[in-house]
C-alpha cells in the first residue's frame, strides 16, 4: 500500500510538469498520453483503496476497501467474542458438575445430566433387585422378600384359602344330605336336620304332656291326635267336685279343658256388714267378681271380713280365682252406704 501511494505520487508529479517530459526530449506525444493514461489509472485505484483513516463500511452504499477491511477486521473481533462467550457458556471440561443453582456451564450441566443418569441406573438397579426374578422361591414371611418372592407368597396363601373353602364346603355339606345318624361323620346341614328331629320329637311329647295334664285347650294336638282323644291319664287325680270327689281322668269328658255348659252371674249389693257373694260348697270350676261402684269393696272368705282384714278390690276392677280353684264361700263389705259387685262363676 505505501509503493502504489509512492507511485500515484511520481506520477501526479509527472503530470503536472509536462514542460519537463518534453524537455527531456526521451518521450513522445504518445509516450506523454500512455503516461498520463497510467496516472489516471493509479489514481482511481487509490480511491478504490481508499485511506488507512477510512472508518470501518457500515454495509450500505460505497466502501473503499480500507473501510471494508476495518469492517471485515470488527465482525472478526465480534466472532472473537461470541466465540469467547461461548467458550465461557460451555465451561472447562475440568469444572464440576452444575449443583442446581446459580449459573452453570454446558460442561458442568451436562456432568449433572451425567450424575443423574447414573442415580436413575441405580435406582433402576435397585429395583429390579427389590422385584426379583421369576425363578425365586416364595417368601417365607420373614426377613428380605423380593416382589416376585412376595406375589408367589400370595397366590400359596389364596391357594391355601381356596382348600379351606373347599373343605368348609364339605363340612357344611349339601342341603339334600340326611339327617345325622348320631355315629360316624356327619355334615353342618345333616347335624342341623338331627337337630330339627330331636326339636320336633321334643314338642310332640310337650303336646303330649299337656293332654294328660288335662292342660290342653280345645283344639291342642299331640303328634297327629286332637286332645278330645287323649284318653291315657295314668293315676292323675284332679278334685274338681266341691264335695272333694276325685273325677277319674280316665273320662275326660267331666274335665277336659275345664269344658262347661252351665254358669250362674249375678248383681250383689254389699252394705257395711258381710254380704254372702258365692256359697260354699260349689261346683264352679271359674269364679270372678268385678267392683262396679266408685268406691272400694274389701272382700274375705267368711262372715268375719271387715274393711280393716278384707282384700280391696278397687272401683271398677275385677278379680278372678285362679288354680287351685277355692269354692268356699266369698263375702265382701264396705265402709259406708252400699257398692254394686258383680259375681259371676260356672
Not at 167 to 173: E, I, K
Request: contains cysteine; aromatic residues 4%; glycine residues 10%.
Amino acid at each position: 500500500m505505501r509503493i502504489l501511494a509512492s507511485a500515484a505520487a511520481v506520477v501526479a508529479m509527472l503530470m503536472a510538469a509536462p514542460a519537463f517530459a518534453q524537455s527531456a526530449g526521451g518521450m513522445t506525444p504518445g509516450q506523454d498520453a500512455a503516461v498520463r493514461a497510467t496516472a489516471a489509472g493509479i489514481g482511481t485505484l487509490s480511491t478504490a483503496q481508499g485511506a488507512k483513516s477510512d472508518p470501518a463500511w457500515n454495509g450500505a452504499g460505497d466502501g473503499s476497501e480500507i473501510a471494508i477491511l476495518k469492517a471485515q477486521v470488527a465482525k472478526q473481533d465480534a466472532q472473537i467474542s461470541a466465540l469467547t462467550n461461548l467458550a465461557t457458556a460451555q465451561g472447562a471440561k475440568s469444572e464440576a458438575a452444575w449443583s442446581g443453582a446459580g449459573d452453570g456451564s454446558e460442561i458442568s450441566i451436562l456432568k449433572a445430566q451425567v450424575a443423574k443418569q447414573d442415580a436413575q441406573i441405580s435406582a433402576l438397579s435397585n429395583l429390579a433387585t427389590a422385584h426379583g426374578s421369576k425363578s425365586e422361591a416364595a417368601w417365607s414371611g420373614a426377613g428380605d422378600g423380593s416382589g416376585i418372592a412376595i406375589l408367589k407368597a400370595q397366590v400359596a396363601k389364596q391357594d391355601a384359602q381356596i382348600t379351606a373353602l373347599s373343605n368348609l364346603a364339605a363340612a357344611q355339606g349339601s342341603k339334600s344330605e340326611a339327617a345325622w345318624s348320631g355315629a360316624g361323620d356327619g355334615s353342618g346341614i345333616a347335624i342341623l336336620k338331627a337337630q330339627v328331629a330331636r326339636l320336633d320329637a321334643q314338642i310332640s311329647g310337650l303336646n303330649n304332656l299337656l293332654c294328660r295334664s288335662a292342660l290342653a285347650p280345645p283344639g291342642q294336638t299331640s303328634g297327629t291326635s286332637n286332645s278330645s282323644s287323649c284318653t291315657s291319664w295314668g293315676a292323675l287325680r284332679v278334685a274338681l267336685t266341691a264335695g272333694g270327689a276325685d273325677l277319674d281322668p280316665a273320662t275326660p269328658s267331666a274335665v277336659r279343658g275345664y269344658q262347661v255348659s252351665t254358669g250362674t252371674y249375678a248383681a250383689v249389693s254389699v252394705g257395711t256388714t258381710a254380704t254372702q257373694v258365692f256359697t260354699s260348697p260349689s261346683s264352679q270350676v271359674f269364679r270372678r267378681i268385678c267392683n262396679n261402684s266408685a268406691v272400694v269393696i274389701f272382700w274375705g272368705l267368711d262372715l268375719n271380713v271387715t274393711t280393716s282384714n278384707g282384700l280391696p278390690l278397687a272401683a271398677n276392677t275385677c278379680f278372678t280365682f285362679d288354680l287351685p280353684m277355692w269354692t268356699g264361700t266369698v263375702y265382701a263389705v264396705v265402709a259406708t252406704g252400699t257398692a254394686d259387685l258383680r259375681a259371676m262363676g260356672f
